[in-house]
Each structure stands twice: as structure tokens, then as C-alpha cells.
């Protein structure tokens, strides 16, 4: 399993932007399939972004909004959240496998980090 470090949340105001961004250690992210989820107080763990390979996939409410992407130089997975909501509040979490499965199942990922938070204002 690798390790995943998330930075990048905070306190934005509706329609603002956010960057996560996730470091990747013990293994080279270009390897894996990578996601981020979120996960708001009371509800369950929500699948936002996956990126395999050459491919990009999008949970529906965030799609045209927020983008994946990976820096193969850095090690990272970074996600730009652009027109936040605030129902786009929530812990996001990033998440990593080498297995195969749904990309947006989270049983799919074997490898989860701690979380950032994100808030919207209205």
C-alpha cells in the first residue's frame, strides 16, 4: 500500500476555488488508479474523481466543475474545485488501488488518506 498525505482544503465563499492536492509515497502514482471521495457529517462516503491511466471520470454533481489531475514529477493527485457549492462541503479523502473495480466504489481502493476539510460559505 502506498502512503497519501491530502493538503489544499479550507474556507472558501460560494462560487469560489479550491486545489487539493494529494502526495503519493512508496509508490509512483502514474501506477495506480487514483480517486478522491468526500464524505459530509451524516451521510456516506461520496465518490468525486478518478483518474486511470490517460482516462478521467466524475461523480454527476461535480462534473464541469471540478477537475483531475495527475503530476507524474511531483507525485501527486490534485483535484481543482472550481463554482463551489456549499454541498460541496465535506472531509475529501484521497484514495488509491492497484486492483481492479468500479473507480468509483469505495471498496474498489485499498489505500485512503486522513482527509481535508472543506468548507463553503454562503
Known amino acids: 500500500q502506498v502512503q497519501l498525505v491530502e493538503s489544499g482544503g479550507g474556507l472558501v465563499q460560494v462560487g469560489g476555488s479550491l486545489r487539493l492536492s494529494c502526495a503519493v509515497s512508496?509508490?509512483?502514482?502514474?501506477?495506480?488508479?487514483m480517486g478522491w471521495f468526500r464524505q459530509a457529517p451524516g451521510k456516506e462516503r461520496e465518490f468525486v474523481a478518478a483518474?486511470?491511466?490517460?482516462?478521467?471520470y466524475y461523480g454527476d454533481s461535480v462534473k464541469g466543475r471540478f477537475t483531475i489531475s495527475r503530476d507524474n514529477a511531483k507525485n501527486t493527485l490534485d483535484l481543482q474545485m472550481n463554482t463551489l457549492q456549499p454541498e460541496d462541503t465535506a472531509v475529501y479523502y484521497c484514495?488509491?488501488?492497484?486492483?481492479?473495480?468500479?473507480?468509483?466504489?469505495?471498496?474498489?481502493?485499498?489505500?485512503w488518506g486522513q482527509g481535508t476539510q472543506v468548507t463553503i460559505s454562503s
Open positions: 483518474r486511470v491511466a490517460a482516462s478521467t
Open positions: 484514495a488509491a488501488t492497484r486492483g481492479l473495480g468500479s473507480v468509483s466504489s469505495v471498496g474498489t481502493y485499498d489505500s
Open positions: 512508496g509508490g509512483f502514482v502514474i501506477r495506480y488508479t
